[in-house]
Structures are given as structure tokens and as C-alpha cells.
């Protein structure tokens, strides 16, 4: 089998990271929010199968922007 | 009493209840909040008792959450229970003229004539909201609106058992499916789903139930039933429709036992409260009733008939008769606008409008009524401009400031003020057109009841004045895209019969003289008038909050006036001094003690004396303000245009908006004034080239024209060798092209240098107020190559473009090169490749307008109930983020300068 194309290390694609428990902790408390708060990323998202995502795990994502060079995202995994 | 009774019932409807019966109860309860107030005794014991407990009484509120709202068919017993008078004679009012009881004005259905009190509610006109009735009807009536339903529902059910034709065993399994369906991809799939369901048994012939054998039903628009050739009768659809277990009706969609089919075919008919078919009194006396109490007269009428002749034992035909008559009537009581059925008409021949015509369309209750809002107080006229007004005012005609009125309550410190306002009456300009008395009376003031109304005013009444200069005004045109769209101006009453604005406010507005009209509302409270003022006056919206620069500046002739002013021009003092005292300056002071002063000085005047700038002009010179003083440098678009550079903005920055808005205002109108003294004007003589230009300038177009025929012959001797990524052709195509433009471009940079710097039509572009040097060129050297998206012109005839060259004729002239100038004017093939190019353009600008306008609209409505929070995240109605830092950067545009913060600048302020 040869090596599969991987989505996420594709220029186009911003990095996405998982968040740690305590950072996790952190995020919510700075924007003073639940998880329901928070955008939604699907489990099967392509970008991120290789962090092996759970659900209610946020994932950070680092995108590059125009105003401000990079600008940080957060989603919550969501199943389906 | 009531009052206790009251803050159990509200206790109750706190909590959350989803029965109707409990709504029910919270309902009165709010009822009997307002019978309370009424009662002044046992509010006023009440109000003791509450505060001894420490509760306000007035904080008694009850919420109520609205959990769900289901939509379902009303079925008989419902009707039966909403409604309080059973309607059974057509005639509406007695001898006397009063509604007759079990008729379709009854009084227990409410009341529309004043002075009578509902029988049901017991209150007054306008009090009583409207009660339903019903009536009885002497055979089930099929439902037109529900047709297709009911299609679905015989077609698939078996006519015998009445269960649906699907097997036993597939049945759990189909429910499954919707089930699954509903939750994952909503109920639009689900409906989808049914319908193919329902299509797919159609075609069974014999019942998986009971083995009957099934018949093919048809329907005969618009309400009639044939199974095989024979007519099914509605009492016979109906007793099938009643036979459907509830589980099966599931599998049509239908939530049984909420909605039962056999509720589609009616057996009762509601009679909407006549406060939604009020009857109106013509000026004869008359009544004229509405056209739903017209159409549910005839319904009644038919009805009684029908009932008698059952009852008489009439002849089966004369009652189908009369059956088929009653279905016409109640199926254009619903909609009077089916195919297939002629439409119910008045006497004169126009069509009644039931039902389904007072919802739906343009002109329907939705998107007339709900949708489209109009307001009072408001005008609507021609727009035209005006620059001796301040920026912030608006000229209003003054047969418009007559009609429109500002409410000014009088007590005892104006009422001699407003008393001459009345005096004046309505037809002489600061008049007034009523009095309002203390208990909401209005009275219109003539020339007859002026002396009358005169005596009668005292405090606490209110006199609508006329609108006068200085009012407050909102002036807005639409489209309203943005919140500039809306402005707060001061009135100014004017002779004439336009609204004028001043020309630099035309930019917010998008607003131009070719015609334009726009609004004006005059808001009607203390408060509006506040908030217009503070939150919408023109000042508050300089500064942009999509770039942060201002935008409104000077156009036009403000900006011509203002270059060759602040560009070398002299004048003796005194002229100096009346141009300044013309555009309302009065302080002379900083104007030099000399003979002669020039134009940099006398701008300097209007510039505050602790202000020091620095910036480039249009053609990057430097600008130097130093201590209020224009030291280097003169004024153009870059400085004082409309969302351009950052003179304004620094100026609104140190000063503030006010007094921007009054330095903009003279800036513009120094301009203007300096134009009338010194006098402008275009010639086509501004066009005239000294001979040298004229030369080079046919040098440059032959040498062109020479060069693209060495390349066609080149091409067409093969000698050419293709670009990478073209084929030869092409390859010709572009560099043609590109010769071409470079030639265009040469005759325009000999214009640049050639033409005389001091023709106005040069000021006008170099100034920015106007044109740019190529449309000068195009006047003076040659307009250059027409082009069709990006291509030279190539369709038309085969192989050419007109008939007026060869075959395969790539020279420039074939393919849409205009060497001509507009001035000598153009060949007739030249000209009408101008119209090719002016066409497309024009067809191109035409179809692109309404497009972007609803893309902004979707992109508007999808963003516009997002906010930024206080912690600089965007988040919408149900604080969910949407951006986790407003823009990614926080940046706050409206308080930046061209979205980025001069840090330069700040600190070289500080220190």
C-alpha cells in the first residue's frame, strides 16, 4: 500500500491541535462559557483524524489572517 | 381579594405548561390584572397588604416561556369549544338595525358598532378582541385546502379495513424509517419520504389486511371524488377517512390523535368574529359589509336550504343540488381563486376577496401588513442640493413643514408662545394644524374654531405645531444598506418644493440630483427626538465604521476652489476679507496685516491655530500644517476628499464632531465661493495640443499600427513562436494587444505632458474633483482599443468583425482600435465599436446591480444579530461564538485610521 495522501498536512489546511485538560479548563474560564458555547467540529473532520479526536475534546485551530497574521480558533468535537 | 387570588395564578404560570388548559388559566389571570387596576378600592387595600409583605405591587409580572407551538386541524369539538354563538339565519341586523341574534353580526362574535358591549366579554368596541361561532352544516363538506391530503389518504388506504395497503410485518419497519429520518435529517426528508411511500401504493390492488380488493380513485378538481367511474360521495369520504387507525394515519405525516383525517372533511364550519369583517357606514348611511360576511351569508343561506329540504324529504337531485352549491360557497369562502372553479363575484362584477386572497401575495396580510410597516409624520419628495446649508440641516418645502407637526405640550411658561401658533392657524407658516385636549381629543384648529380653540387651551394640552427651523428630522434614502442610510438633520423651511441637501451628505446617502427622492420622518417624542440627536445626527456618523476615515468631505467644485486656492492664489486683503465674511467666517484676525495674501493664508484662517499635520497630495507632495498654518503643500482629493486621507480624520480626532462638521461645512463652501469670484468653466479648447503633441502623437499610433502589421506578417509567414502556455494565435492576440494599450498609454503620457497645466479641465483632475488624465486623452489624442472582456472585438460576421474589411483581417482598425480623438470625432466602424464596448458595459453594470444588492442582503440578514461582546468575542442571539476575537484582531475600525493604528503619530502627540 503506498502512502495515503494525509488532508492535514496540506498547505490549505490551518493546524489544528488538541487541547489539554487544563488548558481545556482555561479556555472556558477566559471566555467564561459551557461547551454548548463553542463552534462544533465533527469527529470524522478530516483535518483532525490523525489527533484520534473524542468528543468533547476542543481542538485549536491556528489559522493565518489578514488583520491580525494568526488568529486562534476553538471547536468542540461533536459524534455525527 | 382578586389581588391574592392573582399571585397564586401567577405562581402557577411561572412555571412552564405546555396543556391549554393551563394557558388557559395563566390567561385569565392576566385578565384579571387589568380588572384589578380598575378597581382602585382593592388595589389600594391590596397595595397596603403588599407592602407590609415588602413587595411592590406593580412588580407582580407573569412570564411564560413558550415551550412549543403546534400546528394542527381544527377538528369539530374544538370549533364547538372556541366558539360562543351558534350561527343559524343569514340575516344580519333587525328592524332597528341591530345585529340579530344567531346571526352573522350576532354580538356574542363581538362588536363593531360603538356604544354596544359584547355579550360574551361584556367589553366595549376596540376593547373586545372577537369571539368565534359556528355553524351546523346539513352535509360534510370536503375541505379544498386539503384535497391533496385527503387524495393521499384514500389512495392508500384500503376501502374496505380502512388500514394503510403496507403489509403487517413492514409496517414497524416503515415507522422506523420516518422516525430515523425526522431526527437525523429533518422533517423536510421525512415529507419527501412519505410522498414516495404513499405514490409507491398507489398501485396495490388487494388489501394485505382483509384481502379487499381496491378500486382506483380519482380526483375531479376541484372537489370531486370518482372511484371507478362513480362519484364518492363526501359522507362516504369521510366514513372512510374515520375508519384509519390512528397508528396507520402516523405513516401519512398526520400526528393522530391531534389531527384526525376525517376533519377534513367538514361537518362544522367556524364563523370568524366579525371584528375581522367589519362592516363599514357609507356617508349615505348605508352599510357596506365585508366581503367575508357577503360570502358566509350565502353560505348560511344554502345551508338553511339544504336543511329544510332534507327535512322535507325533497328529491334526492334537488338536494345534491343544493350539497353541490354549499361546497362551492365554503370552497371560495377559502379561496376564491381556484382554476377550476368560476370565482365568486359582488353585484358590480368585481371578484370577493376570502380568505387565502387576504394572506397571501404582495398585497396580503403578510407581507403587506406584517412586512411593510409605514409610518406618519413623514415626507417623501424630489432631492436637490443645496451648499449654503450646513451640513447637518435639511431644506424642507415649506408646504411640507405646514403639513407635517411637532406635538408640544403647553403649561404655564410657553403657552403664550403656542398660543400664537394657534393664532396663526393652518395656513400661514408657523402655524399649527390641532389641539390635543388633556383626555386624547383631537381638534383641528380652522379659521372657524381658531377664536374657540384659542380660549380653550391651557396647560396640559398639546399643540401640533408646524415644523420649523431647527426641528429635528430623520432623512434617510433608500436602499438603507447602511446606518449612514439614516441621518438625523436639522430642518431648515425653505421656498421651493424640493428637499435640499448640503452636496457633501450626498456620499452616505449614495444619493445623486438625476431625480432622487428621499424620506424624511419627524419624530414625535421628547425621547426620539433625544436619541435621533444624540445617536443619529449627521456629526455622529463622519467617521466611517467599515474604514475609519471620514466620509463626507468635499466634492465636486469644493474641491477645485479649494486647490487653486490653496495652490498659488493671491488676493488683496480686503477681497480676502469678503471671501471669508461669505462663507460665514467672522474672526479676520489670523488673517496676515499684509497687502496681498495668498490662497495657503486665507485657508490657514479656518484651520484651528494649535493643529499641526502632515501628509501627501494626490501626486505625493508633502503637506505641512504647522501650528493651523498650510506651510507646504495645497489641498486636493487625498486631503479633503471623502474617505480619503487622514487631514479630516486627525481633525476629528483632536476636535471632535461638531466642530468638524462646521470646518467641513466652510471648507466646502471656501471652495465654492473661490470658484464663483474666480470663475470656471470647461472648454474644448482645453482639448487644443500645440503641434509638436499633435505630431507625437501620430507618430506614436503609426509607429503602433506599423508595428502590429510587421507581426501579422510575421504570423502569417509562420515565423512566430507561441508564448508558453498559448498557441500562436493567441499568442498574435497578445501581443497586438499589448502593443496597442502601450500605444494608448504613450499618447496619453504626451498629453500629461503637453497640455496646458492651467485648462480647467486639467484643475479638475488634478484636484481629484472630477476626471482623471485619461479621459482627457481620449478627448484630445485617441481614444485607444474597445474591448470585450479583455479580448479585442472578434464576433460578428464570420471571420470579421463588420463588413467593412477582409477575412481574417487582424489590423488594428478590423478589431476595434479607435485612433481617433473625440474631438476630430469618430468613423462610422470606429463608432460602432464605441457603441459595442458602451453596450456590454451598460448591460454589464444593469444585471450586476440587483445581484451584489441581494448578495449584501442575504450577507446582511445572516450577520445581523451577531454582536461583540465586552470581552472582544462576536457572538450570536444565543451567545454561542462566532469569532473569538472581533475581526481576529480586535481592532475596533471606526476608532482606527484606515483600519490600523498610526503608533507613529500617537507618540509623537504624547510627546
Known amino acids: 500500500m503506498k502512502t495515503k495522501f494525509k488532508v492535514d498536512k496540506h498547505i490549505l489546511i490551518p493546524k489544528h491541535s488538541k487541547l489539554s485538560d487544563s488548558q481545556k479548563e482555561k479556555l472556558l474560564e477566559k471566555y467564561n462559557i459551557s461547551m454548548n458555547e463553542l463552534p462544533r467540529i465533527l469527529k470524522t473532520d478530516a483535518a483532525i483524524s490523525s489527533l484520534e479526536p473524542k468528543p468533547n475534546d476542543i481542538i485549536k485551530i491556528a489559522r493565518k489572517s489578514p488583520t491580525a497574521g494568526e488568529a486562534f480558533f476553538y471547536r468542540v468535537v461533536v459524534d455525527v | 381579594m382578586a389581588e391574592s387570588k392573582n399571585k ?26 387589568s380588572e384589578a387596576k380598575e378597581d382602585k378600592e382593592a388595589t389600594k387595600t391590596d397595595a397596603k397588604k403588599e407592602k407590609e409583605s415588602g413587595i411592590e405591587p406593580q412588580e407582580v409580572a407573569i412570564y411564560k416561556q413558550v415551550k412549543n407551538i403546534t400546528f394542527s386541524v381544527l377538528g369539530p369539538t374544538m370549533i364547538k369549544d372556541i366558539a360562543s ?125 382483509c384481502n379487499a380488493k381496491q378500486k382506483k380513485i380519482s380526483l375531479e378538481k376541484p372537489t370531486t371524488f370518482i372511484e371507478e367511474d362513480k362519484r364518492i360521495s363526501p ?245 438603507s444598506l447602511h446606518r449612514m442610510s439614516m441621518m438625523c438633520h436639522r430642518v431648515k423651511v425653505l421656498p421651493g418644493k424640493t428637499l435640499r441637501l448640503n452636496p457633501a451628505v450626498c ?144 481633525i476629528h480626532q483632536k476636535y471632535k464632531k461638531d466642530f468638524t462638521i462646521q470646518l467641513l461645512g466652510k471648507i466646502f463652501r471656501l471652495g465654492i465661493e473661490v470658484l464663483l469670484r474666480r470663475g470656471f468653466t470647461c472648454a474644448v479648447s482645453d482639448t487644443d495640443l500645440p503641434e509638436i503633441a499633435r505630431i507625437k502623437v501620430q507618430e506614436t499610433l503609426d509607429n503602433a499600427k506599423n508595428d502590429v502589421n510587421n507581426l501579422i506578417n510575421d504570423f502569417k509567414e509562420g515565423k512566430m513562436e507561441a508564448l508558453p502556455g498559448r498557441d500562436i494565435e493567441e499568442t498574435v492576440e497578445v501581443r497586438i494587444l499589448e502593443i496597442l494599450n502601450k500605444a494608448r498609454n504613450d499618447t496619453g503620457e504626451v498629453i500629461a505632458n503637453f497640455a496646458d497645466k492651467n485648462s480647467h479641465t486639467m484643475i479638475m483632475a488634478q484636484s481629484g474633483a472630477r476626471g482623471n488624465l485619461l479621459n482627457l486623452a481620449q478627448m484630445a489624442a485617441c481614444v485607444g482599443q474597445q474591448a470585450m472582456r479583455g479580448k479585442r472585438i472578434e464576433k460578428g460576421f464570420e471571420g470579421r468583425t463588420l463588413s467593412a474589411y477582409k477575412k481574417f483581417d487582424l489590423g488594428p482598425d478590423a478589431r476595434g482600435f479607435i485612433s481617433n480623438r473625440f474631438k476630430t470625432g469618430l468613423t462610422p466602424t470606429e463608432f460602432f465599436f464605441g457603441a459595442m464596448t458602451g453596450r456590454d458595459s451598460l448591460m454589464d453594470t444593469a444585471l450586476r446591480t440587483p445581484k451584489s444588492g441581494y448578495l449584501y442582503r442575504r450577507l446582511a440578514n445572516a450577520m445581523q444579530d451577531l454582536n461583540v461582546g465586552y470581552d472582544g468575542t462576536v457572538r450570536d442571539s444565543s451567545h454561542k461564538i462566532i469569532q473569538f476575537e472581533y475581526g481576529e484582531d480586535r481592532m475596533d475600525v471606526s476608532k482606527s485610521e484606515k483600519g490600523a493604528i498610526n503608533v507613529k503619530r500617537i507618540i509623537s502627540m504624547v510627546i
Open chain 2, 85 to 209: 354563538a351558534k350561527i343559524v339565519t343569514p340575516e344580519l341586523y333587525d328592524k332597528e338595525g341591530y345585529p340579530v341574534d344567531g346571526g352573522l353580526m350576532d354580538i356574542r362574535l363581538g362588536v363593531i358598532d360603538p356604544g354596544l358591549r359584547c355579550k360574551t366579554c361584556g367589553s366595549k368596541l376596540k376593547e373586545c378582541i372577537g369571539h368565534f361561532g359556528y355553524i351546523e352544516l346539513a352535509r360534510p363538506i370536503i375541505h379544498v385546502k386539503f384535497v391533496s391530503v385527503i387524495v393521499a389518504l384514500l389512495k392508500a388506504s384500503c376501502r374496505d379495513c380502512g388500514r394503510i395497503l403496507i403489509p403487517k410485518n413492514k409496517i414497524e419497519k416503515y415507522k422506523e424509517m420516518l422516525d430515523s429520518l425526522d431526527k437525523e435529517k429533518g422533517v423536510e426528508e421525512k415529507r419527501v419520504k412519505i410522498r414516495g411511500i404513499i405514490a409507491s401504493l398507489k398501485t396495490v390492488a388487494k388489501c394485505p389486511h
Open chain 2, 235 to 479: 359522507i362516504e369520504i369521510r366514513a372512510r377517512l374515520e375508519k384509519i387507525p390512528d397508528d396507520d394515519v402516523q405513516l401519512f405525516g398526520i400526528v393522530a390523535p391531534k389531527v384526525r383525517p376525517e376533519w377534513m372533511v367538514l361537518t362544522l364550519l367556524p364563523i370568524p368574529p366579525v371584528t375581522m369583517r367589519p362592516s363599514i357606514t357609507l356617508e349615505s348611511g348605508e352599510r357596506s359589509e365585508d366581503d367575508l360576511t357577503h360570502k358566509l351569508g350565502d353560505i348560511v343561506r344554502i345551508n338553511q336550504r339544504l336543511f329544510e329540504n332534507i327535512n322535507a324529504g325533497a328529491p334526492e337531485i334537488i338536494v345534491e343540488d343544493l350539497w353541490d352549491l354549499l361546497q362551492y360557497h365554503i370552497t371560495t369562502y377559502f379561496d376564491n381563486a381556484i382554476a377550476q372553479l368560476p370565482p365568486a363575484r359582488h353585484r358590480s362584477g368585481q371578484p370577493l376577496k376570502t380568505l387565502t386572497e387576504r394572506i397571501k401575495s404582495k398585497e396580503g396580510r403578510i407581507r403587506h401588513n406584517l412586512a411593510g410597516k409605514r409610518t406618519n409624520f413623514c415626507a417623501r419628495t424630489v432631492i436637490s442640493p443645496d451648499p449654503m446649508l450646513e451640513l447637518n440641516e435639511v431644506g424642507v418645502p415649506n408646504v411640507i413643514a405646514m403639513k407635517l407637526t411637532v406635538p408640544e405640550r403647553v403649561n404655564s411658561w410657553n403657552i403664550n408662545y403656542l398660543k400664537k401658533f394657534v393664532e396663526r392657524g393652518p395656513k400661514k407658516h408657523p402655524g399649527a394644524n390641532y389641539i390635543i385636549r388633556p383626555d386624547g381629543k383631537k381638534k383641528k384648529i380652522t379659521d372657524e374654531t381658531k377664536e374657540a380653540s384659542l380660549e380653550e387651551i391651557q396647560p396640559g394640552y398639546t399643540v401640533e405645531r408646524h415644523l420649523m427651523d431647527g426641528d429635528i428630522a430623520i432623512f434617510n434614502r433608500q436602499p
Open chain 2, 507 to 650: 456620499h452616505p446617502y449614495n444619493a445623486d440630483f438625476d431625480g432622487d427622492e428621499m424620506n424624511l420622518h419627524i419624530p414625535q417624542t421628547e425621547e426620539a427626538r433625544v436619541e435621533a440627536e444624540i445617536l443619529m445626527e449627521v456629526q455622529t456618523q463622519l467617521i466611517s465604521l467599515r474604514y475609519g476615515l471620514s466620509i463626507i468631505g468635499c466634492v465636486q467644485d469644493a474641491l477645485s476652489g479649494n486647490y487653486l486656492l490653496t495652490k498659488g492664489m493671491s488676493m488683496s486683503r480686503n477681497e480676502a476679507i469678503d471671501l471669508l465674511a461669505a462663507i460665514g467666517v467672522e474672526d479676520f484676525s489670523r488673517l496676515p496685516r499684509k497687502e496681498i495674501v495668498d490662497g495657503k493664508e486665507i485657508f490657514s484662517v479656518l484651520i484651528p491655530e494649535d493643529f499641526s499635520f502632515v501628509g501627501k497630495t494626490k501626486t505625493n507632495e508633502e503637506v505641512v500644517i504647522k501650528n493651523g498654518k498650510l506651510i507646504e503643500g495645497f489641498m486636493d482629493r487625498s486631503n479633503l476628499g471623502e474617505g480619503s486621507g487622514l487631514l479630516l480624520r486627525n
Open chain 2, 8 to 33: 397564586d395564578e401567577a405562581v402557577k404560570a411561572t412555571a412552564i405548561k405546555e396543556e391549554s388548559k393551563k394557558i388557559d388559566e395563566s390567561v385569565k389571570a392576566v385578565s384579571e390584572t
